[in-house]
């Protein structure tokens, strides 16, 4: 099993900044890939972007260079660091771990899933 509990969600003015932590324990081959996720009010979830255990990111369609996904293995933390943030980033975003990474990154690849953190950028 893998738990995951995610944290670091709040209101932030737009062209901000956020951090937000998933902290993460259990199995570790079962979380060789980690993901974050996003979804939005009335829409899918959407994947934000993937790590693997050899920092293999991969970028969700349309997200690539605003958020940058990290992890601290001393630490069992997985990251994401969201720049330039617009009201269309309101979202709950979610952290998620499989076994395996795959592109697109898709919700039904992943097994084991946080409860998820508000973000909300507005002025």
């Known amino acids: 099993q893998v738990q995951m509990v995610e944290s670091g969600g709040g209101s932030v003015q737009p062209g901000g900044s956020l951090r937000l932590p998933c902290g993460v324990s259990g199995t570790t081959f079962r979380r060789k890939c980690m993901a974050w996720f996003r979804q939005a009010p009335g829409k899918e979830r959407e994947g934000v972007e993937s790590i693997d255990s050899t920092n293999t990111t991969r970028y969700g369609e349309n997200l690539k260079g605003r958020f940058t996904i990290s992890q601290d293995n001393p630490k069992n933390t997985l990251y994401l660091q969201m720049n330039s943030l617009t009201p269309e980033d309101t979202a709950m975003y979610f952290c998620?771990?499989?076994?395996?990474?795959?592109?697109?990154?898709?919700?039904?690849?992943?097994?084991?899933w946080g409860q998820g953190t508000k973000v909300t950028v507005s002025s």
């Open positions: 998620a771990a499989n076994q395996w990474c795959f592109t697109p990154i898709r919700p039904r690849d992943f097994i084991y």
